[in-house]
């Protein structure tokens, strides 16, 4: 495949996952101006209040700008990319402290709740590592946590997409509520690695 071809693809697929991120970024701010009743399964959370509001603002805001953040137009331009940078950063925190809390409170079981209490402080840990390293100007290891940490923050969206992929399966919610706790995260992080090493391996010299 010749460079221009790849690029395109790359482009297509930054593009492609922008527009999911930001759709579901907006959709989930329902929960912030609680729009609509929760739906039972949701509800049924024993620490939904406050903390799904906290989660769904915190994470629905570090999608809605992360994808962005990659741009060259707006990495070019500092002040604009490190105030975006914080702002998201500071919603991964929020969203992920939350979503810890609201582990802890699913009635999926011990099962679901690992996963998503393991997703919570490795979200924050990969912002903050992200965050630590562009205070300390060492770029190269920044962008490579931040694309860690949005490696994660989509699981929002991976989340969603294989909710509808299990009902035509024909799973339970509760079977793909758990399934989703693993599966809407690890693959991206594991993506995002193996990204990053061959990134690594086609940088060193030959």
Same mark, same amino acid.
């Given at each position: 495949?010749?460079?221009? %071809?790849?690029?395109?693809?790359?482009?297509?697929?930054w593009?492609?996952? #922008?527009?999911?991120? #930001?759709?579901?970024?907006?959709?989930?701010?329902?929960? %912030?101006?609680?729009?609509?009743?929760?739906?039972?399964?949701?509800?049924?959370?024993?620490? /939904?209040r406050?903390?799904?509001?906290?989660?769904?603002?915190? /994470?629905?805001?570090?999608?809605?700008?992360g994808?962005? $953040?990659f741009?060259?137009a #707006?990495?070019?331009?500092?002040?604009?990319h490190?105030?975006?940078g914080?702002?998201?950063?500071?919603?991964?925190i929020v969203g992920?402290?939350?979503?810890?809390?609201l582990?802890?409170?699913?009635?999926?079981?011990?099962?679901?709740?690992?996963?998503?209490g393991?997703?919570?402080?490795?979200?924050i840990?990969c912002?903050?590592?992200?965050?630590l390293t562009?205070?300390?100007?060492?770029?190269?290891?920044?962008?490579?946590?931040?694309?860690?940490?949005?490696a994660?923050?989509?699981?929002? %969206?991976?989340?969603?997409?294989?909710?509808?992929?299990? %009902?035509m399966a024909?799973?339970?919610?509760?079977?793909?509520? #758990?399934?989703?706790?693993w599966?809407?995260?690890?693959?991206?992080?594991?993506?995002?690695?193996?990204?990053?090493?061959?990134?690594?391996?086609?940088? $060193?010299? /030959?």
């Amino acid at each position: 495949m010749n460079t221009r %071809v790849s690029k395109s693809l790359q482009g297509a697929g930054w593009g492609a996952a #922008v527009f999911l991120s #930001v759709g579901i970024a907006l959709f989930s701010y329902r929960y %912030v101006v609680q729009f609509a009743p929760l739906s039972t399964e949701i509800a049924a959370n024993l620490f /939904a209040r406050p903390w799904l509001t906290l989660h769904a603002g915190g /994470a629905a805001t570090a999608l809605l700008l992360g994808g962005f $953040q990659f741009l060259p137009a #707006v990495r070019r331009r500092r002040a604009l990319h490190r105030w975006i940078g914080r702002v998201y950063a500071t919603g991964c925190i929020v969203g992920g402290c939350a979503g810890f809390a609201l582990a802890f409170g699913t009635t999926s079981g011990p099962i679901a709740g690992l996963g998503f209490g393991l997703l919570a402080p490795i979200w924050i840990y990969c912002t903050g590592q992200g965050w630590l390293t562009a205070r300390a100007r060492r770029f190269d290891e920044h962008r490579r946590w931040m694309i860690r940490s949005f490696a994660l923050t989509f699981a929002a %969206v991976t989340l969603r997409l294989y909710l509808p992929l299990g %009902v035509m399966a024909g799973l339970t919610f509760h079977q793909i509520y #758990v399934a989703t706790a693993w599966i809407s995260w690890i693959p991206n992080l594991i993506a995002a690695e193996l990204y990053l090493r061959r990134e690594t391996l086609r940088l $060193q010299p /030959a």
